[in-house]
């Protein structure tokens, strides 16, 4: 079914069902997992930016999942990598393509079709941008 599996995964609610969803994905095929967290910056006035999040938070993000995984018999690897504020989708979709993963899952914030149409999703983002599968886990 799917041997490379991309999971977004960051610190919200819906985190641990995430990693759930792509455990059993990965033990249905035989799969390897990616886990990529992303730090997003926030551009600043005159040019500056700053981080929304430590390095030892990211770390343990992408820490937990992975010993999640490896713990269930899923072979797993991780990364964590910077993007600006607004732009987690595009770059969802760019380490899929670079990881070869057959199928992208991540997790939704829920928030109502209002505030997503003003806010914008990343999810919806990923969905529109990816040639490959997106598993949305809410």
Do not use: C
Request: charged share 25%; aromatic share 4%; glycine share 8%.
């Amino acid at each position: 079914m799917y041997e490379r599996i991309l999971m977004a995964v960051d610190r919200s609610d819906a985190a641990e069902r995430v990693i759930n969803a792509a455990r059993d994905l990965a033990l249905l095929s035989d799969g390897e997992v990616w886990v990529l967290h992303l730090r997003e910056r926030e551009v600043m006035y005159r040019g500056g930016y700053a981080l929304l999040e430590s390095d030892t938070e990211a770390q343990s993000v992408v820490e937990h999942a992975t010993q999640v995984l490896h713990d269930s018999g899923v072979k797993a690897h991780y990364e964590v990598r910077n993007t600006l504020f607004g732009q987690a989708g595009v770059e969802i979709v760019d380490a899929a393509r670079a990881h070869d993963a057959g199928v992208i899952v991540m997790g939704s914030r829920g928030r109502s079709d209002l505030a997503g149409l003003v806010l914008g999703s990343t999810a919806h983002k990923v969905i529109h941008l990816s040639d490959r599968p997106v598993l949305v886990v809410r």
